[in-house]
């Protein structure tokens, strides 16, 4: 051996193996990641939206086998993958999904109403639709003010429950903005909105039969007071045939009115930078809100086939399926877990309140 074979001999005995650039890398990943690190896309969708639509398909396959809302199950399996969202690389795909789906999501819900719709519900009934969705929202701000909560917490909960759910809820806090709430609160909202609708779909048929009311009246206390477009339905037709016709088209009178609330609320809102806007900027509709009332145009002027009323209806729920997991992917379970039962109070008033106005409308003119 020479002199030159004894000194490497000796240097690599005094050498730390953990020191060496792969010591421990028998195949090469460390090197090879190391190489490849700099040759990803920056700032690519596709990480966020692919786990956003793993944790969506698992939603949806725990709905279809055992029956619970597909929205609360996303936001469930959402919450429970939020730490994929401290890898940097998927935030752009899960902000993207959480706001271009959602803003498509509501679009296409606009094949679903009419205006025909609306008019058959008569003056009276729908008159008596606005009080309930007023009392409604006001009992959110005081559930707010209750639990020393902001009053746009108050509004998102009021205006959920008073409109059609989780929809209405991404809706508003697209208008609200994060600066004015945070996306903790907006998470235990739509948790709340989510199951008071589940259990109100179980429950109301069975007051309502309780209550000894008759088909159309048990049709409009359901379809005036459950917040989910499908669970009210669900929850007419569940009492029967006649409800359920009457659910639906009570329903879809509130659906209707998310456009205009949306805007109202625009109107109020300042710019989350405190800067004063001309009123006629402030009452521009957002754009998704203008196709949402192009949509329920289409539908009332040209004859719309079943199918593809039936495939929009799909297509908007998944869409909105997608948009309120990759929500719940970007919450913090901390905030969360700070808030406690206190970010539930507006949603639990706003449900009572929604139902007592509700049945008492139901008896008095229907």
């Known amino acids: 051996m020479t002199a030159l074979d004894r000194n490497d001999l000796t240097s690599?005995?005094?050498?730390?193996?953990?020191?060496?650039?792969?010591?421990?890398?028998l195949f090469g990943e460390l090197h090879l990641a190391q190489t490849m690190a700099g040759t990803a896309?920056?700032?690519?969708?596709?990480?966020?939206?692919?786990a956003c639509a793993v944790a969506s398909a698992a939603a949806a396959w725990l709905s279809d086998h055992y029956g619970f809302p597909i929205i609360l199950l996303g936001l469930l399996v959402?919450?429970?993958?939020?730490?994929?969202s401290t890898n940097e690389a998927t935030h752009r795909g899960l902000?993207?999904?959480?706001?271009?789906?959602?803003?498509?999501?509501?679009?296409?819900?606009?094949?679903?109403?009419?205006?025909?719709?609306?008019?058959?519900?008569?003056?009276?009934?729908?008159?008596?639709?606005?009080?309930?969705?007023?009392?409604?929202?006001?009992?959110?701000?005081?559930?707010?003010?209750?639990s020393g909560q902001s009053p746009y917490a108050g509004l998102l909960a009021g205006g959920?429950?008073?409109?059609?759910?989780a929809s209405a809820a991404l809706a508003l806090y697209g208008v609200i903005g994060r600066q004015r709430l945070s996306q903790a609160q907006f998470a235990l909202t739509l948790v709340g909105v989510s199951l008071a609708s589940a259990l109100a779909m179980t429950i109301y048929p069975l007051l309502a039969a309780r209550f000894?009311?008759?088909?159309?009246?048990?049709?409009?206390?359901?379809?005036?007071?459950?917040?989910?477009?499908?669970?009210?339905?669900?929850?007419?037709y569940a009492f029967s045939d006649a409800a359920g016709a009457s659910a639906t088209i009570v329903k879809l009178a509130r659906v209707a009115l998310l456009a205009p609330v949306v805007a109202l609320v625009g109107?109020?809102?300042?710019?989350?930078?405190?800067?004063?806007?001309?009123?006629?900027?402030?009452?521009?509709?957002?754009?998704?809100?203008?196709?949402?009332?192009?949509?329920?145009?289409?539908?009332?002027?040209?004859?719309?086939?079943?199918?593809?009323?039936?495939?929009?209806?799909?297509?908007?729920k998944a869409l909105l399926l997608l948009?309120?997991?990759?929500?719940?992917?970007?919450?913090?379970?901390?905030?969360?877990?700070?808030?406690?039962?206190?970010?539930?109070?507006?949603?639990?008033?706003?449900?009572?309140?929604?139902?007592?106005?509700?049945?008492?409308?139901?008896?008095?003119?229907?």
Not at 41 to 50: E, N
Not at 336 to 362: D, N, Q
């Open 78 to 84: 959402g919450l429970a993958l939020n730490f994929i």
């Open 267 to 316: 109107l109020l809102l300042k710019p989350e930078d405190g800067s004063e806007q001309r009123i006629w900027r402030r009452l521009a509709l957002p754009w998704f809100i203008v196709a949402f009332f192009a949509m329920v145009s289409l539908n009332s002027l040209a004859p719309i086939p079943d199918a593809v009323r039936g495939g929009a209806l799909t297509a908007s």
């Open 160 to 165: 959920a429950t008073a409109i059609c759910g």
């Open 212 to 236: 000894g009311l008759s088909d159309a009246q048990a049709g409009f206390l359901i379809g005036a007071s459950i917040h989910d477009v499908a669970q009210a339905i669900g929850g007419g």
């Open 12 to 25: 690599m005995r005094h050498a730390h193996w953990n020191n060496l650039p792969s010591g421990g890398d």
């Open 95 to 146: 902000d993207f999904a959480s706001r271009t789906f959602l803003r498509f999501g509501i679009v296409v819900l606009g094949l679903q109403v009419t205006f025909l719709q609306i008019a058959v519900l008569g003056p009276v009934p729908f008159a008596a639709l606005i009080i309930i969705m007023t009392l409604t929202m006001g009992a959110g701000f005081l559930g707010a003010r209750i």
């Open 41 to 50: 896309p920056k700032g690519s969708l596709f990480p966020g939206l692919a």
């Open 323 to 366: 948009a309120v997991t990759a929500t719940a992917m970007r919450t913090r379970m901390d905030l969360l877990l700070e808030m406690g039962w206190r970010a539930g109070v507006p949603v639990l008033l706003a449900s009572l309140t929604s139902f007592a106005v509700s049945l008492l409308f139901a008896l008095a003119i229907v």
